[in-house]
């Protein structure tokens, strides 16, 4: 299988996982059980999917006096990037995404706790980011969709690499190695039992190994990964952070950067505002049923428009005087299609605050101001009813009012 075909499956298994409401790094287990196999027989493959990825691993693993936690240091930054480049692929429009800021307890506590700040800039600028100031890294341009899914699968296998170097040294039976030995021992084997023969033959050659250059262990930092806490706020919390709200001080950027709530913990159900929060959980199975859809129907979308305040005037008591009051133009209750929407297309998000329906990477929603509510449509049968509902709504509020009896 190669990078090419590698590619192509990954990005199905990130949109997939997206239409199950959930954004994140690669968690399809058969995915992961291919590469790791092909990995485990081609470490050279690691080149092919990201240039630098030797020169990421040497960096991460280079004098560490022990080498099992900083595998475990290592795989979590991998995963950091991973999801990094993830987010701007499945989600373009949401401008959080588009500033590291390089205070924040993600970047700080497991990016630089493992790899140096020049590969760091480097990683980060193949996602598109440019450096603003000594705070925060910025899209300045969106690179391709195909080169950020190239990004995070790079990253994905150096995540599985890191596993199998793990296992190798679970298999050795120490963990106290030069990384340089490991990463030879590594590229040289065909499996790891041949690696681990190569490392045991050569331990038993040296009666003292050489001795490991000094350098500090790995942060530890079990957070779960996600992208938007400070370092000031990750302490006492388990959440670790890229994309922060800016600590206050001369120094910090302005406020006004502050990123808003993931589309994914509005509600997720037909129409309602009372469903459950779309979490992005990489670890929830991929089996999971979708939410049942509400029936739909002109005699509902009657009583939802006769419940609306304002829509119908309310009668005046018998000599009641009218009160003064400025008109009242009403909101368009209907929902409409957006135009990036085409024939036979089905949309995917609803904007509850413009009432229109998008597709995915509708270029429009970057434009929605930040505030809005977007909520996820799943699956086909969710999408054809909301499709159906505006083509009602069209009818009933382009064409002159009905009334009611």
């Known amino acids: 299988m190669g990078s090419s075909s590698l590619s192509e499956d990954y990005r199905l298994c990130l949109e997939r996982e997206l239409r199950h409401g959930r954004a994140g790094v690669c968690g399809d287990p058969s995915l992961r059980a291919v590469l790791w196999h092909i990995l485990v027989e081609d470490f050279d493959l690691h080149g092919a999917l990201q240039d630098d990825a030797l020169a990421l691993l040497t960096d991460g693993l280079w004098g560490r006096a022990d080498l099992a936690p900083a595998l475990r240091g290592l795989a979590r930054a991998f995963e950091l990037l991973e999801l990094a480049a993830v987010h701007l692929y499945l989600l373009p429009w949401r401008k959080e995404f588009t500033t590291i800021k390089t205070f924040s307890g993600g970047y700080v506590h497991v990016l630089k706790g493992a790899l140096s700040e020049d590969l760091l800039i480097q990683s ?5 980011y440019v450096r603003r100031d000594e705070h925060r890294l910025m899209v300045a ?13 790079g990253c994905f296998a150096l995540r599985l690499e890191c596993e199998i170097l ?32 190569w490392l045991q033959q050569r331990l038993a050659r040296e009666e003292e190994p050489p001795p490991v250059p000094p350098r500090g262990s790995p942060a530890r930092c079990q957070a779960r990964l996600d992208l ?13 952070s890229l994309y922060g709200e800016p600590s206050p001080g001369p120094d910090s950027p302005p406020s006004e950067l502050a990123c808003q709530p993931l589309f994914w ?74 135009s990036c929407l085409g024939p036979g297309a089905l949309p995917a998000l609803c904007c509850d605050t413009c009432r229109q329906l998008h597709t995915t990477h509708c270029a429009a929603l970057a434009t929605c101001r930040p505030g809005h ?7 086909n049968h969710q999408r054809r009813l909301w499709l159906q509902r505006a083509q009602v709504d069209a009818l009933l509020y382009d064409a002159p009012r009905p009334a009611w009896p």
């Open 228 to 240: 938007y806490r400070d370092v000031q706020e990750d302490e006492g919390s388990d959440e670790t």
């Open 373 to 379: 509510p977007l909520r996820a449509l799943h699956g």
């Open 141 to 153: 341009a969106p690179p391709p969709a195909r080169q950020l899914v190239q990004v995070a699968l």
């Open 166 to 197: 793990g296992e190798v040294l679970a298999q050795l039976g120490t963990s106290v190695l030069p990384a340089e030995e490991l990463l030879q021992a590594r590229r040289a084997s065909a499996d790891v039992a041949s690696c681990v023969a």
């Open 265 to 338: 913990e509005q509600s997720a159900r037909l129409w309602g505002v009372g469903g459950g929060a779309w979490e992005a959980e990489v670890s929830s199975p991929a089996s999971e049923e979708e939410p049942e859809a509400e029936v739909f129907s002109l005699l509902s979308l009657r009583q939802e428009l006769l419940s609306r305040p304002g829509d119908l005037a309310a009668p005046q008591a018998p000599g009641t005087p009218e009160q003064a009051s400025p008109p009242r133009v009403p909101e368009r209750p209907g929902y409409q299609t957006h």
């Open 124 to 128: 980060f600028q193949k996602m598109g």
